[in-house]
């Protein structure tokens, strides 16, 4: 896992084909069949039906990931009802590519078993930068 602090952000979604959707859905249902009974929360997950897209800048230059966030997706299905579908991502873009910014933006990468060396964007939340006081005041 690593913690960047990434520059000049945006975020992008594309809508997921129903078999896309499907595939996904499959896929952690199979995870999910070896979690233990304390983990049935998870086995409950649904894909959340667009791919998002965080494109960044660091030292190594410009970047896409797309976003793995569990937390991402549950806002989704959370917010759809009230601001819809279009909505609740434009709010998305808000929080991330604004509010979190304006704060400080911290990204979390990081590989899961399945795909051990493929870099994935895990987290999104701000965390202010911290300042070094002056030593001799």
Known sequence: MALIRPRNVSMT??????????????KFRAQAAQLSL???EIAAYEPC???????YEDEGGRHKKTCADWETSATF???R????????LEHLRHTYCDQY???G????????????QTWQLLGIFPVPEATQG????
Request: glycine share 6%.
């Open 134 to 137: 002056d030593l001799f005041n």
């Open 105 to 116: 933006l911290v990204f979390a990468l990081g590989n899961m078993a399945r795909r051990p």
């Open 101 to 103: 910014v304006e704060k």
């Open 77 to 79: 299905f959370k917010r």
């Open 38 to 40: 304390l983990d049935e």
């Open 81 to 88: 009802h009230d601001l819809g579908e279009e909505g609740v």
């Open 49 to 55: 039906p667009y791919k998002i897209s965080m494109f």
């Open 13 to 26: 979604w594309k809508r997921l084909s129903q078999n896309e959707i499907d595939s996904d859905r499959q």
